[in-house]
């Protein structure tokens, strides 16, 4: 297997065109068939009521926001030290989806909260990290936007999203200790009831049609990313 | 290396002597910041207390933050940076150099105000000196792990609001860490801890910051 055969944009525009199709149709099938089984199947939960649906947005959401980040500065790294032109579209295609994502998650979250908590947000760690992480993705957004020499801004965001990526447990942790201070747990997720399968289920499904759109996305805006810098 | 350091150190303090009004600056915006909010939340001592240590620190986030632009702008625009670049000295040795420069000039008189403040919020003697202690510890982190963002965003368009999108998340532990020790030394417990992992912050910034920040500095000047 030739790993560097695709790293050229020339190679891997057509092949991104294919993928994202099947990708996108995966994503569509997926969707509908998670949607189906969270909103149908999925027993009504016996504490919080039909409100517990949004679950099957939120946690994808959630866990999308955080690799996405990850595999932001995994490219990003890569075409620092690589030099590989491509390296740096990926990590440019892929911001946007993950600033969408923790978007996604922190709203839903908030529309959840309401009801369980009694208030749409809470200064809970996983709010708080989750608000940072957009902060951090817009500031990489916001950075390489502000550059107009596509190389110096692959390369600058490169840094942030690498310095970032180091940040990210540390800012998580010390969320977390503040928050144990500030409040005795209000919110704690450590007693979460046994999920009945069903749900379970459901919530896998979502969680790969998030990936499949994810990857779809990813693959179109390399595409637009490869035709502006033809 | 030392030589190198030593001789950079001396040149920023000597043009920020030269220039006393932007250190001022930097001083002033602190120490307004912190008088506001009395204004704007009402003077009740208990709530001031409550809220002191936390709005100290935030002031102390926004001033380091503020100051910031000018730490690799003057020596771009001149054309010193770019003699840095080329030089033999290792070019983390002189960003590590001008941050600590950067820290004396802006940092240090904070935490030197900062008992001034706590007396105007009112705080128990005892924590003056965990307040000042911890933003001793605390600034120069935010002096090194600015110079990163301000190396990003060298000589470009509205680069002083981006650099704050860029630093401010990162200045968060930071932040949280600073204004905990003064609230846990508050409650009795003792800030040892929270100081302890200041300086362990300290540490870590201090090895891969200027590191990063040269990195930056190679790709913005390139």
């Not at chain 1, 994808?60 to 932001?72: D, R, V």
Request: glycine residues 10%; hydrophobic residues 60%; neutral net charge.
């Amino acid at each position: 297997m030739k790993w560097f055969w695709y790293a050229s944009p020339e190679t891997f525009f057509p092949l991104a065109g294919r993928l994202a199709y099947g990708c996108g149709i995966a994503a569509a099938l997926l969707a509908v068939a998670g949607l189906y089984v969270g909103f149908f199947v999925a027993p009504t939960d016996a504490t919080q009521g039909e409100v517990y649906r949004i679950i099957f947005i939120h946690v994808p959401a959630a866990w999308m926001s955080m690799l996405l980040y990850l595999a932001m500065a995994f490219w990003a790294a890569l075409g620092l030290a690589l030099n590989t032109r491509l390296s740096g579209m990926m990590a440019r295609a892929i911001a946007p989806s993950g600033a969408l994502f923790t978007f996604i998650a922190l709203w839903t979250g908030a529309l959840w909260g309401k009801p369980t908590w009694g208030a749409y947000w809470v200064w809970d760690a996983r709010l708080t990290s989750e608000l940072i992480l957009l902060f951090l993705y817009l500031g990489f957004m916001a950075l390489q936007a502000s550059i107009d020499d596509r190389r110096r801004s692959d390369r600058a965001g490169a840094v942030l999203a690498i310095v970032g990526a180091v940040n990210v447990p540390i800012i998580y942790f010390s969320v977390q200790w503040w928050n144990t201070l500030h409040q005795g747990a209000s919110v704690s997720f450590a007693k979460a009831p046994s999920m009945a399968a069903t749900m379970f289920t459901g919530m896998i499904l979502m969680v790969l049609a998030f990936w499949m759109y994810s990857f779809a996305v990813t693959f179109v805006r390399v595409r637009c990313l490869i035709r502006e810098q033809g | 290396m030392l030589d190198v350091s030593l001789g950079i150190l001396r040149r920023d303090l000597l043009l920020a002597l030269r220039r006393r009004s932007d250190v001022a600056t930097a001083l002033l915006f602190f120490l307004i910041v912190a008088s506001l909010f009395p204004l704007g939340v009402g003077a009740e001592p208990n709530q001031l207390r409550a809220i002191a240590p936390g709005v100290i620190w935030v002031a102390a986030l926004l001033s380091s933050m503020l100051s910031l632009s000018h730490l690799f702008a003057d020596d771009h625009a001149d054309g010193t940076l770019e003699q840095m670049l080329l030089g033999a000295a290792p070019l983390g040795v002189v960003v590590a150099a001008k941050a600590l420069a950067h820290w004396l000039v802006c940092g240090l008189p904070l935490v030197l105000v900062s008992p001034l403040i706590a007396l105007q919020y009112d705080l128990p003697g005892g924590l003056h000196g965990v307040l000042a202690l911890s933003l001793a510890l605390g600034t120069p982190v935010l002096s090194l792990v600015g110079a990163i963002g301000a190396a990003l965003t060298l000589g470009l368009r509205g680069g002083g609001v981006l650099l704050s999108l860029l630093v401010l998340p990162l200045y968060v532990p930071v932040l949280i860490i600073g204004a905990g020790s003064v609230e846990m030394a508050a409650a009795g417990q003792g800030g040892m801890g929270q100081l302890l992992l200041l300086g362990a912050l300290l540490a870590v910034a201090a090895v891969f910051a200027p590191w990063a920040s040269a990195a930056a500095l190679r790709i913005s000047a390139e």
